[in-house]
């Protein structure tokens, strides 16, 4: 595995705590749709849905909205998300600590170098050497598993869309 094949991945891995609020909140919206509850009334008392509303009812208009689909796909994405982020994890902590330290330091907690000197005192140039080895090394570790293409594929289609949101944020191309 390329050194920038194993950036994408930690990238991606230190992206997943994000992915995974975002899909949470997308369940609770759309478990919001259908819920029966409709909150509190003007006198304070909790208000339900109209007379007869029930698990049942709820059950029909998740499956005529096409809610429960796509929560059981939000689900998925979420369960893939958690093993990966489990795959990576371990990964890491087959490094060296120094090693660790940067990658996290660095990719994981998105600090600057002078921020990554002041836990490693080296010169921010052998830093950056100390990180393109830790690269090397976690690259060479995730290679050995079986699931290391499908890891690499979904980090770098996770790389490629944040591309083009980026672009379509700043008004470059139309979606």
């Known amino acids: 595995m390329k050194v920038h094949e194993a950036e994408a991945i930690l990238k991606y891995y230190a992206d997943i705590p994000q992915r995974i609020e975002i899909i949470r909140r997308q369940c609770t919206a759309l478990s ?10 003007t006198d304070g008392m909790p208000r339900g849905g109209t007379p007869g509303d029930s698990t049942a009812a709820m059950a029909c208009r998740m499956d005529e909205l096409g809610i429960g689909d796509q929560l059981r796909q939000l689900e998925r994405q979420r369960a893939v998300l ?12 087959r490094l060296d600590s120094g090693h660790n330290l940067i990658l996290t330091e660095f990719y994981i907690s998105h600090k600057k170098w002078h921020e990554v000197q002041q836990k490693v005192p080296y010169s921010v140039q052998h830093l950056k050497y100390l990180r393109n080895v830790a690269l090397a ?5 995730l290679e050995r598993l079986p699931e290391c293409a499908a890891l690499l594929s979904r980090a770098l289609n996770t790389r490629e869309e944040r591309c083009r949101a980026d672009a379509w944020a700043e008004g470059d191309i139309i979606l």
């Open 82 to 93: 958690l093993e990966d982020q489990n795959i990576i994890r371990g990964q890491m902590n």
């Open 137 to 141: 090394q976690l690259g060479r570790n």
């Open 32 to 41: 919001d749709e259908v819920d029966p509850m409709q909150g509190m009334g």
